[in-house]
């Protein structure tokens, strides 16, 4: 089985071949732990003989677990108290690399993969790249996150959450894990749609019926573009059901990636889609064609959590290979 982002590492680092905030402070707690950002001092004499000396390090302290896993919980329910297109007190176009390491290297302990820069990959400048896990009994919460930058300035976030469950084969993913709605209901669908309004366009994608094992989870998807502020969202279930001659995908537990950006990256991603989800193209059908439904009705529908699932025709779709 092909996990879609399994602990998110591989769809943090597709972030990087890429093309090419809120200032976040906290008063955090002293931890046996530390991490210093930048080099030793060095020397450089000017004109006058007078010894100059680069700053001193920054020192940012890492939480405990516990502390961090709280926080990381916190974060998650209310995105850092700032709205898309901030992260966490990240803003595209107004953060820097500090800003970025301040609100992420305390949550280390937590971490199941960390990368720091600013680090320069071709033209692409990464300020972070990391994965946090929230284990809950047998299931575990993902977090992966992706920051690009120009300038010492952030232009590119890119942020996924999912859920996964211990199994005797591994880590899978799963949509019917109840706690994953209540811990990031923040950036599930009717949230988006009452904070942020209607998108400008919705897309859809399906298959013709429900895929046989071997196929990625996730297989039925909808995209939420709001081009003007930079924010674009696409959820992923498994969640699906034959209803008739529809297809019916419930996203209550869908699994959430989400894409920020600003200037050249921000333009990317509009026309027509983040190159990262053009996995699936050319099948994704605007929503007036995958459904009844114009984006305004979707608006109002959705943004209602009572209504959870949306339907369409299956004859719309591609069928699996094994099913034809």
């Known amino acids: 089985m ?27 707690p002293k931890a046996p732990s530390q991490v210093a950002l930048s080099a030793t001092s060095t020397l450089i004499p000017s004109p006058t003989l007078t010894p100059v000396f680069s700053p001193t390090p920054t020192i940012i302290p890492t939480l405990p677990a516990n502390e961090a896993d709280a926080w990381l919980l916190d974060l998650l329910a209310n995105n850092g108290h700032c709205r898309l297109p901030c992260l966490w007190g990240i803003t595209p176009g107004e953060s820097t690399s500090q800003n970025v390491l301040t609100t992420l290297v305390p949550l280390t302990d937590i971490s199941t993969f960390a990368v720091f820069g600013p680090t320069t990959y071709g033209s ?17 919460l993902s977090v992966g996150i992706s920051i690009l930058g120009d300038n010492d300035t952030v232009s590119y976030i890119g942020f996924d959450v999912m859920a996964g469950k211990a199994t005797s084969n591994g880590i899978d993913q799963v949509f019917d894990w109840s706690y994953f709605g209540d811990r990031v209901s923040y950036y599930l669908l009717p949230n988006i749609l009452t904070e942020y309004g209607a998108p400008s366009s919705v897309l859809i994608f399906s298959m013709a019926k429900i895929p046989p094992d071997w196929l990625p989870l996730g297989y039925f998807k909808v995209i939420l573009l709001y081009p003007e502020q930079g924010i674009f969202i696409r959820y992923d279930t498994a969640d699906v059901r034959s209803v008739g001659e529809n297809v019916q995908g419930c996203l209550s537990n869908a699994h959430v990636d989400i894409v920020l950006a600003v200037g050249a990256s921000q333009k990317k991603y509009i026309n027509p889609l983040p190159s990262e989800w053009q996995d699936d193209t050319p099948y994704y059908l605007p929503l007036e064609e995958a459904t009844s439904m114009s984006v305004d009705e979707f608006y109002h529908t959705f943004s209602q959590a009572t209504v959870e699932c949306l339907e369409t025709p299956a004859n719309l779709w591609p069928v699996a290979e094994d099913d034809r």
């Open 2 to 28: 092909n996990f879609q982002k399994l602990f998110t590492i591989c769809g943090i680092l597709l972030a990087l071949t890429l093309v090419v905030g809120c200032d976040k402070s906290n008063d955090l």
């Open 124 to 140: 692409v400048t990464s300020f972070a790249t990391v994965s946090f896990s929230h284990i809950e009994g047998e299931h575990a």
